[in-house]
């Protein structure tokens, strides 16, 4: 996909090798969209960062001098994850028009009780993984 102004979007199926290489080295290891961009539909942008911050924490108490490879081990699923439901919520963002009014009606017929429990499985890693930061994990 390319914009008018020239912003390029990625397939996120392009295969793992280029991922890994951009997450670094064991002295040098990038977090956040350095390390595995996403669109910005969910807003998660942040949040991906700072939960890769805390992998590092925890892969770094694991093995100091080499705390790469758990740390993909932590967050590549999670990433994965937030990276398709980004794009799958963007592209049902710019619907054509004769679709969008059934879009939204679907949208709005979903249950409070499922929504809230779509937002808690989104956010209950992010959690998880603070608590276990926090030396916590119960």
Same mark, same amino acid.
């Given at each position: ?34 390390? !595995? ?20 924490? @925890? ?17 590549? !699923? ?15 963002? !710019?619907?054509?028009?004769? @679709? ?16 809230? $429990? ?10 998880? @993984? ?7 994990? $119960?």
């Amino acid at each position: 996909f390319q914009a008018e102004d020239g912003i390029r979007d990625r397939s996120p199926s392009r295969g793992l090798g280029d991922v890994y290489k951009r997450q670094g080295t064991d002295r040098i290891i990038l977090l956040g969209d350095a390390a !595995h961009a996403m669109t910005p539909n969910q807003g998660q942008g942040a949040a991906m960062a700072i939960e890769d911050a805390a992998a590092l924490v @925890l892969a770094l108490r694991v093995d100091p001098a080499r705390p790469l490879e758990r740390y993909r081990a932590l967050r590549h !699923h999670r990433v994965r994850r937030m990276q398709l439901a980004s794009r799958r919520l963007g592209e049902a963002g !710019h619907w054509p028009t004769p @679709l969008r009014a059934p879009r939204n009606w679907l949208l709005r017929a979903i249950p409070d009780r499922l929504t809230r $429990a779509m937002l808690r499985s989104e956010l209950a890693p992010g959690f998880d @993984l603070a608590r276990l930061v926090a030396g916590d994990a $119960a």
